[in-house]
């Protein structure tokens, strides 16, 4: 009986001390991948910070712009606002900010994806009193996440004009072609190319949501972002943004892996190689900013062998 009673207790001490072993191992990761995060959350702001300064985009005195406060959807809820940036998962960011508004513990897609770009039931900065804009700018979590420009430019051309929504397909499509078809013929899809030149010729504060640069969207260099995500590293900046706001259980963003059909570095290629060296150049131009604001590379010159 008693080298039984030992057997147990030396089993009962094995286990806590594989407990305790485990324990400290798991949270010295979660402490390291923290770590991890928040430097690379500061390396983001910090560089975003620097190049607002140096081309003085940033002032104190600088009024929001009533186009920017209407791309801010605010939850009262769970004091965040999040800045809509097209092709960047923007309808599964309005779904949670509805889920949280509406304080449901739902799964995002049990939200209709054709009505969440309509509801009214949605708060944007710009429905809000102006001083009172700035007390939410001032107390809640703000966040932003960007894409690589001419990844989110190739994602646009595909969603827009290769699926049958008319307004894009029909309507903006004749425009196109109407520009840079020498024969005006209407037939066919609009290319990649006849795209990219009509993007170019348009002032940047003209373009569709779809593709306007980001930093004209939300305008970073004046309003001082909590969360600075990007679409590469989309799992874990969610992951950091709803627990940071304490956002229920169940509202979770999808795993990024789930869409094996989204444009990514491979596709976006592709297309670039049907641009000529000349598109190629204005098309960067118009995408500058967002380069340097966000620390994207463009170093498909040697990858396309020009």
Excluded at 16 to 37: K, V
Excluded at 123 to 144: A, C, D, G, I
Excluded at 169 to 193: C, D, H, M, P, Y
Aim: hydrophobic share 35%; with cysteine.
């Amino acid at each position: 009986m008693n080298r039984l009673l030992e057997k147990f207790f030396i089993f009962l001490l094995l286990g806590a001390l594989l407990g305790l072993f485990f324990s400290i191992y798991w949270n010295t990761e979660i402490t390291d991948h923290e770590e991890d995060w928040l430097k690379t959350q500061k390396d983001r702001k910090d560089s975003l910070h620097s190049i607002c300064q140096n081309k003085n985009f940033s002032s104190s005195e600088k009024k929001l712009d009533e186009y920017v406060a209407r791309q801010l959807f605010v939850d009262e809820n769970y004091k965040f606002i999040y800045c809509e940036v097209p092709k960047v998962g923007c309808s599964i960011w309005k779904k949670i900010v509805l889920l949280l508004t509406l304080n449901l513990s739902r799964d995002v897609f049990e939200v209709n994806q054709d009505e969440i770009h309509k509801t009214n039931l949605l708060k944007r900065l710009s429905s809000y009193p102006s001083k009172q804009q700035q007390e939410l700018l001032n107390s809640f979590t703000k966040v932003m996440i960007t894409r690589h420009p001419l990844e989110r430019l190739v994602s646009a051309y595909r969603d827009k004009f290769l699926h049958l929504e008319p307004y894009y397909s029909i309507t903006v499509a004749n425009e196109i072609k109407a520009l840079f078809r020498k024969n005006k013929n209407l037939t066919g899809n609009v290319t990649f190319q006849e795209f990219v030149n009509f993007v170019v010729t348009r002032d940047t504060k003209h373009l569709d949501i779809h593709w306007k640069p980001m930093f004209q969207l939300c305008d970073p260099c004046n309003i001082h972002y909590d969360i600075l995500g990007k679409y590469e590293t989309l799992d874990q900046d969610v992951s950091h943004v709803l627990s940071r706001i304490k956002a229920p259980q169940r509202v979770r963003y999808p795993n990024s892996k789930l869409y094996t059909e989204r444009t990514n570095k491979d596709i976006t290629t592709q297309y670039l190689k049907k641009l000529n060296w000349d598109q190629i150049q204005k098309i960067t131009d118009v995408y500058q900013m967002d380069f340097s604001l966000f620390n994207y590379s463009f170093t498909v010159r040697m990858e396309m062998s020009f």
